[in-house]
């Protein structure tokens, strides 16, 4: 490809719409460009970085024996009201009527329509199992869209949909993906780590995300620095081991505390560590209040509690229930005589002599212990912390930023129940199918690869994702003998690789540095060492310059990117 | 691929939504199912021929120097407003508001993303051709979809947009386009004309539509039997020629014609043929009234009308403005006596002593000529019919049924003016891109092959379009060395082609109609001659059969595929 004929706008200045390097770098190396909040064209040098992905995910896939659909973007209600998603799944889901004043919405993921589509078709035990994926633009309507392709409202994504006749075959499914998918990152040349996952709207039993490790990642995850646990901090399980007391209780003491309703407040004006502090937090589950006691310096995960309570909707009570029932103003909320069911976490089995509010406005007591009030319930409903231990070995964690790339979910009978997608097994007996689903955000798999693959001079592609190999470039283009061997190299690389050549009557400063940012693995230049015969070959990865008489260019090439 | 691992759900049965062939064979075929009305999802046998049309689209496209990109299909309001699209497009066009309440619309085409791409890109005459195209999902809200993917709502289509300094190097880029779509279309093996077209609410100055020849085509195609001339029946122009007149005019006479309103009514009351009739109808142009008059036997081409007419809106007026109008029942309208402007088909240049209403209910005008009332304008504003002559030389015409699947515009600056697109030239000075776009329905072109290319047993697939190019099938499944030798050729043919390979347990009579059915160019059967080492291939689109030497049969499918 000439580069004077390809649509490539590079941009000097960083735009000011981007915050993270993989958008600014995708928006200054013409991949990308914003039509509006969360939406993005792909211009050909993004789309060809794209497509590489997408083969790798389309090889991996069919290479494990999954076969590639293609399912509409538009979705009617119906669907989605018999899977209940249609009042659940909130704003995110677009919705809208069509001339007909008939609800559809835009597809943000397809449990439904395949269900739908497998459901008509499958009729024995003999159809199953099933695997089927797409790669298709979705769209959901995020909030907050930001950082470019990370987290956009149009979105391309590879979701797959496996159908199975039991437990057995669908968890042998399960974890065939878990392996393409460790298959299809690592070709990715991504830094990744898989870790336990919450299932969250999508539902199902078990799930593993994909997560590439980066400062900007939106998600923080907890690994064992011993065993190989490792976990999103949304699901991260707290084993709270029993220690001995360090003192004997002391009697319970009222104290006046004008003004400090926070844990931080408290501290200071008591004197004493977070540690020895209680909250009491009121929530609604399903409009019905329930108290949940954390101590002072752990926060509540919510995904926890919802999960234990097993209600539809939790949000923590307004402040006028909790004047009401704790008949003080908010901040000094305390279990003893709060006449609603009472959740504690488990590390307060471990306290004594403790803070708590003392439901009077102002007032806090001390030395409270586990015997002056009544607990329903001992639970884990708290985020862990690096205090914690590891719930599987007891080692030592570790916490980092990712990137959720991928996502596998082991569905089971959700969505076949729902809209029900049954077979005849062997005996003739009606079942329901079970189900698991998988998915992988192509755009933004590729924003994390640039996220994990650049310096300061711009991108720097793995050999598997690069729109081109080569990046050839010509100093001195009034020389027509430079020209005319520049012209024959580039038919006879073309031959073998995906070569960009540099054709433009530019300084070659603006050129070198176009290279640099676009990220091609290897740089040839025709420079002063042309009259030796000889070329300039520079890894984009290692800064690493040689020169190469140009007999030797394709087997010294050849060498280069075995080692890339 | 294993037929028992292949997601190829095939029917029996014709389904009861099909109505045409190619939507029954895509149904049957286990190529497409339908979701909702006019929406439909891709099985992996539809979308592997999809993607075979796709990819010869892509490489027509790029060996024209066209330039690969994806746009969003969620597009914001503000765009089209500044088009003045957002109101005149009408229903198809499907908007809808995003969760902060802001106006957005499904894109059923692209020209003005692309055109605020490109202007934000494109600085100077340097930056200049830029020829851009994407293959893409996209929405028309059809008030009635049908026929399967011929008039579906969600389709895939190949949308590319040029941009040029000036007219000549637009339309150098045009018929560039132009020749790319016919190799595209010979390559998918298609009978097609290529037409002049009209513009619809694309706009422009000029266009040409690819028609594919089939009964079931929504338009009528008109072409002459002597020269190259051929065109939409919307668009063809009608050239009347002038004739002597073969009687001298008469004098007017009023008739009393009770409850006769319509020319087949009048033409049996008098006894006259339609040719004498002139038919009187009254639109509103802009909410203006203007009376038209075309012969009995014409109809009227509102298109042409409106064009002529140069106005935004033009409907029929309702019966209580005709009345008001004409102080008579609908049905009695006439051109003597009536007060507004009157536009008359060229055909009427040549009628003398003809029938008119009377402007009166109940009464025609018998006998009436071009003197006795004043015309504003002669025009042509009818649609050709085969009486006429060839407008180009006057051969005769002939009439066919086409299906529309290409369809090329020269836009000029319709967009860039709307949208400010411009760019500096060598003088420094600012102008207008010259835009040209370019659409293929891709499924709609696959759903085009299928309707030219089966007979009543199936499909019959070019050998460009097939899925796979040999169908595999042993007969006798019980017996190992037969499965074995099927094996074994199923590996080595593999190697050469896309081989499917039917394996099921199923008796030989299901499997040679499923072969039928989805009409793989080749199948290949080891039957009874096994023995001798023979295998029978059959060519599905001759029905020819031979019998083959295995040790020859990758000589003898060679062959046989080039003939195909």
Redesign the interface.
């Given at each position: 490809m000439y580069y004077s004929?390809?649509?490539l706008?590079t941009l000097k200045e960083t735009p000011s719409e981007a915050e993270i390097n993989s958008h600014r770098l995708m928006l200054r190396a013409g991949m990308i460009?914003k039509?509006?909040a969360g939406?993005?064209?792909?211009?050909?040098f993004g789309?060809t970085a794209?497509r590489k992905v997408e083969n790798i995910v389309r090889e991996e896939m069919n290479r494990a024996?999954a076969?590639?659909?293609?399912?509409?973007?538009?979705?009617?209600a119906e669907l989605w009201q018999a899977s209940g998603r249609w009042e659940r799944y909130g704003?995110?889901l677009?919705r809208?009527?069509?001339?007909h004043e008939r609800f559809y919405c835009?597809g943000p993921t397809h449990e439904e329509?395949i269900t739908?589509?497998v459901r008509?078709?499958v009729r024995s035990y003999r159809d199953l199992p099933?695997n089927?994926y797409q790669i298709?633009?979705k769209?959901r309507?995020e909030?907050r869209p930001r950082f470019g392709l990370m987290r956009s409202?149009?979105f391309i994504m590879k979701d797959g949909y496996s159908f199975d006749i039991d437990d057995r075959n669908a968890e042998k499914t399960y974890w065939q993906m878990y392996d393409v998918y460790k298959n299809i990152f690592t070709r990715c040349d991504l830094d990744f780590k898989v870790v336990e996952a919450e299932t969250g709207t999508i539902g199902g039993s078990f799930s593993h995300e994909f997560m590439v490790l980066a400062e900007v990642g939106e998600d923080t995850i907890v690994f064992c620095q011993n065993c190989d646990y490792a976990a999103n901090i949304e699901k991260a399980e707290v084993v709270t081991p029993a220690i001995s007391p360090s003192e004997r209780p002391k009697s319970r003491k009222e104290i006046h505390t004008p003004n400090k309703h926070t844990v931080e407040e408290i501290t200071e004006f008591l004197n004493v560590s977070p540690q020895k502090i209680v909250k009491t937090i009121i929530y609604l589950a399903d409009e019905k209040p329930v108290a949940v006691l954390v101590r002072g310096d752990h926060d509540i995960n919510e995904i926890k509690l919802q999960r234990l309570l097993d209600c539809k909707t939790l949000i923590m009570a307004p402040p006028g229930i909790v004047k009401n029932l704790t008949k003080a103003e908010v901040g000094f909320a305390g279990p003893i005589g709060l006449n609603i069911p009472i959740i504690a976490d488990n590390s307060l089995k471990n306290m004594v002599n403790f803070v708590t509010g003392a439901n009077k406005t102002d007032y806090h007591f001390i030395n409270v212990n586990l015997d002056d009030f009544k607990i329903s319930q001992f639970a884990d409903v708290r985020f862990i912390t690096s205090e914690d231990r590891c719930p599987r070995c007891r080692g030592e964690l570790e916490f980092k930023k990712g990137i959720e790339v991928g996502h596998i979910f082991k569905l089971g009978t959700k969505y076949s129940e729902a809209l029900k997608a049954t077979y005849l097994d062997a005996q003739g007996k009606e079942q329901f199918i079970i189900m698991g689903c998988y998915g992988i955000g192509i755009g933004r798999t590729l924003a994390a690869i640039i996220e994990q693959h650049h310096d300061e001079n711009g991108i720097i592609f793995p050999l598997s994702i690069a729109p081109f190999q080569i990046y050839l470039l010509a100093i001195d283009t009034k020389n027509q003998k430079v020209l005319e061997t520049a012209e024959k190299l580039y038919g006879q690389l073309s031959s073998h690789w995906q070569v960009f050549y540099d054709n433009r009557d530019e300084r070659p400063g603006i050129k070198f540095k176009d290279a640099d940012l676009i990220g091609i693995p290897l740089r040839i230049t025709l420079g002063r060492d042309l009259k030796k015969e000889k070329v300039e070959v520079k890894i984009r990865k290692t800064g690493e310059t040689l020169l190469i008489p140009i007999t030797e260019l394709k087997l010294n090439i050849e060498k280069i990117m075995q080692t890339l």
């Open positions: 004929r390809y649509f706008p460009r039509l509006t939406i993005y064209s792909y211009l050909p789309l794209l024996g076969q590639e659909v293609l399912l509409p973007t538009v979705q009617p704003k995110e677009l809208f009527k069509d001339r835009m329509v739908d589509l008509k078709e099933l089927l298709q633009t769209f309507d909030i409202r149009e």
